[in-house]
């Protein structure tokens, strides 16, 4: 499980994320990138904490025995207009053809603020290492 607050108390320079607002709502989406430069929103500005959200990915090779996950801040159909935080990798991953495995990916705000980001296979339930692999 990946903690992404460290990363946001460097981007603000604050205790808590800028993610979350004192009246316990997301002042801003947080979302991936996926195929094409498109930012997929996974947790929409507006969203009362503590929230969790998850979404199915898959391979797009393969034998593909990871999975990068690009981390952006801020509302926007394609990453150009948003804020990129950070690039994770999803390590684990069954080598088998593209599409096969499926993989919940899920972003969590706890009622501290923290934010975690998981993953794990439909099949199996194992959990993935989520591991940092570049700071934005």
């Known amino acids: 499980m990946e903690n992404l607050r460290t990363l946001f108390k460097k981007l603000s320079?604050?205790?808590n994320s800028?993610?979350?607002?004192?009246?316990?709502t997301c002042q801003e989406a947080l979302?991936?990138?996926t195929l094409g430069g498109v930012c997929?929103?996974?947790?929409?500005?507006?969203?009362?904490?503590?929230?969790?959200v998850t979404e199915t990915l898959s391979t797009a090779a393969d034998r593909q025995a990871h999975i990068e996950i690009n981390v952006?801040?801020?509302v926007g159909d394609k990453v150009a207009d948003t804020h990129p935080l950070g690039v994770y990798k999803l390590i684990g991953i069954p080598l088998t053809d593209a599409g096969r495995p499926k993989i919940y990916l899920s972003f969590e705000i706890t009622r501290m603020r923290d934010i975690y980001l998981t993953a794990e296979l439909e099949s199996s339930k194992e959990k993935l290492q989520v591991e940092k692999y570049?700071?934005?």
């Open 72 to 74: 952006f801040r801020g």
């Open 13 to 15: 320079g604050r205790q």
């Open 40 to 52: 997929t929103t996974m947790i929409k500005k507006g969203s009362l904490v503590p929230c969790r």
């Open 18 to 24: 800028p993610i979350v607002g004192h009246d316990g």
């Open 134 to 136: 570049l700071n934005k």
């Open 31 to 33: 979302g991936i990138e």
